[in-house]
């Protein structure tokens, strides 16, 4: 164990050094200024470069910071420019539609709910920021899937596990809900993931016309649908919500 939290402070140092002072540095530069010998030095860089945070440069041989360091570093900024631009948003679509607001952005192969608004009412209800929800049953992950190539990898490539009878497993008809989420610019959830709720989301989109995240609401289904289906005004509620984002986020024609 002591050696592995070694090898973490090291891997650690190493990148703190590559991001100060010359863009790039040589196997001897780096070894001298950690004090490591140079075979532990180029073990480090090695797994640091194939795992993405290192590159090494072929003419020279030097290293220097790599792109996955700097895609972990971007989604952090983004997710925090997320939440922040859609707080006043996300408390608006809780009044107007007296529903939980969720916001969510792909995480691993699921989606990562990052805000939570509760329903604005009496009832007793659990924070859920930080909670992990399906990409193939849950209108946020469906929205996020029909939008993001890297989502819709995902969730191909992963088992879609069916949690009540009405949960769409088979590839085939889970690409048709896809087709269909991105003709019509949302998603539903109802009883797909759990029973007696139902639950609308639509994409959020950044100044790059890239999706960034999802936002929905989450109800009973004797609230959120009406005659069997989902109820117009909330389907609008929420794609308002995710265009003024989109649009507070720099993204134009939202």
């Not at 075979?39 to 860089?45: D, F, P, R, S």
């Not at 960034?212 to 989450?218: E, K, L, S």
Request: charged share 25%.
């Amino acid at each position: 164990m002591a050696r592995n939290i070694q090898s973490l402070e090291r891997a650690a140092a190493m990148l703190r050094l590559l991001a100060g002072g010359e863009r790039r540095l040589g196997l001897s530069d780096i070894a001298s200024s950690l004090g490591l010998a140079k075979g532990t030095a180029h073990g480090i860089l090695r797994t640091l470069q194939q795992e993405g945070f290192v590159e090494q440069d072929d003419a020279s041989g030097r290293y220097q910071l790599g792109a996955e360091l700097l895609r972990l570093g971007t989604t952090y900024l983004d997710v925090h420019e997320l939440r922040a631009r859609a707080l006043v948003w996300t408390d608006d679509l809780a009044r107007s539609s007296g529903e939980s607001v969720y916001l969510g952005v792909l995480h691993q192969q699921g989606v990562l709910i990052v805000h939570h608004v509760f329903r604005p009412d009496d009832s007793r209800q659990v924070l859920e920021i930080g909670v992990m929800q399906p990409l193939h049953s849950t209108a946020l992950g469906k929205v996020l899937s029909a939008y993001d190539p890297v989502a819709h990898s995902e969730v191909v490539e992963s088992h879609r596990k069916a949690f009540t009878d009405r949960t769409i497993s088979e590839l085939g008809e889970f690409e048709s809900v896809l087709d269909l989420t991105r003709a019509r610019g949302y998603a539903v959830d109802v009883e797909e993931t759990w029973e007696g709720v139902a639950s609308i989301a639509a994409p959020i989109h950044d100044r790059r016309r890239m999706p960034v995240g999802a936002v929905g609401i989450t109800g009973a289904v004797e609230r959120v649908c009406r005659d069997g289906e989902v109820r117009p005004e909330l389907i609008a509620a929420v794609r308002d919500c995710a265009r003024a984002v989109s649009r507070d986020l720099g993204a134009a024609r939202f």
